[in-house]
C-alpha cells in the first residue's frame, strides 16, 4: 500500500468492527516485515509468529528508529523534561498526520473554521520539533485570521480574551495545564464562548494534580468557560479527547486497551485497570502497536480514562496527571 491517499481513504473508511480488525492485520504484517525495531522485538519475545497483539514499549521511541522508512518529512520530540533523553518520532508522511488530527477534531467539535484559535504552549515552542505545535499551527491555518501563539505574555492574552469575548467569538484555548493555572491564578474573565483544551502536564513546573483538582483550579480563572482535555504524545499520531474531563474519546482508528502491570503481555478485561496500550493506525509508517507507561481504565464503549503514570518512569507527554 505505497500511495498517502489510499492509506487515508482506508482510515476514513473504518466503520465496522470487522472493518477495523481487517486493517489491523495488514498492518501488523506491513510493520513486521519492514520495520527492523518491531520485528526484533517480536523475536525476541518469542511472539513473532503468535496471531496475538502484541504491544512495543514505547521507550523503545528513546533509543531506536522506529521506522518502516528509510526517510522522513519530519521528526516530533517528546518534551524532555528529565535527563532520560526525548523520544522521537520519524514521520514519513505530515499529510497524513495533518488528515488525521484535522478529521478527528472536527467530528468531535465541529469545523475548524468556526473558531479562533490561540495557543499557551511555553515549553513546547521552546523544546521544538513538537507534534503539538505542528498541529496546532496546522490547526490555525483553518481558523480565524487572529488565532495565534501567545508566549510569556499574559496581559497581551488576557487582552485577546477580553477582545473576543466582547465580540461572543467562539474560542479555543489550547494551553499546558501550568501555564493555564499560572493565568487562572493571576487573572478571571467571563467567557462563556470560550473552550479551553488543557494538556501536557506540569512538566515538572509544579505539583501534579489530579485532573478534577486541576479543572477545579482553571475554572477559578474562567468561571464560565468549557474545560476539556487533550490526551496526545510523540509516539502516537493520533489524539484523544474528553469534553468531561474524564473519559478521552479515540478517533475510529485508535482504539485503547489495557494490560497487567506486571506483565505486559496479558490483556486486561475491558473496565479493568491496568497500563494503557493503543493500537494507532495512523502510525501505518512507524508502529501501530504501543505500550505506554499511563495507567488507566479503558469502557466497553472504547472510551479510557488516564490516572496516573506507572511508578519510577520519567513524566513526560500529555496529562500525566496522578490521583
Known sequence: MSSKLQIENRLSALHTDDDFKSFVKEVFAHQVENNAVYHSFLGNTSRLDTHETTFLPIELFKSQRVSCEPT??????SSGTTATGRSTHYVFDKSLYQFTSKHHFENLYGALGNFTLLALLPSYLENGESSLVFMVEDFMQYTKSDS????????????????????????????????????????????????????????????????????????????????????????????????????????????????????????????????????????????????????????????????????????????????
Open 148 to 323: 495565534q501563539f501567545v508566549l510569556h505574555q499574559p496581559e497581551k492574552l488576557l487582552q485577546l480574551l477580553q477582545a473576543l469575548s466582547a465580540d461572543k467569538k467562539p474560542t479555543l484555548l489550547f494551553g499546558v495545564s501550568y501555564a493555564l493555572l499560572d493565568f487562572a491564578e493571576a487573572q478571571k474573565i467571563d467567557f462563556p464562548e470560550l473552550i479551553i483544551m488543557e494538556t501536557g502536564g506540569m512538566k515538572g513546573r509544579r505539583q501534579e494534580l489530579t485532573r478534577p483538582e486541576l479543572h477545579a483550579a482553571i475554572r477559578k480563572g474562567f468561571p464560565n468557560s468549557q474545560i476539556h482535555s487533550e490526551y496526545g504524545m510523540t509516539e502516537l499520531l493520533s489524539q484523544g479527547y474528553s469534553k468531561d474531563g474524564e473519559w478521552f474519546t479515540a478517533p475510529k482508528w485508535m482504539r485503547a486497551f489495557t494490560t497487567d502491570v506486571s506483565d505486559p503481555f496479558e490483556m486486561q478485561a475491558t473496565g479493568k485497570r491496568g497500563l494503557l496500550a493503543f493500537i494507532d493506525l495512523a502510525n501505518y509508517h512507524s508502529c501501530a502497536f504501543i505500550q505506554t507507561r499511563d495507567i488507566g481504565i479503558v469502557r466497553p464503549d472504547g472510551t479510557f480514562k488516564v490516572e496516573g503514570r506507572l511508578d519510577h518512569s520519567d513524566l513526560r507527554g500529555c496529562n500525566l496527571l496522578y490521583t
Open 72 to 77: 522522513a518529512a519530519l521528526t516530533f520530540k
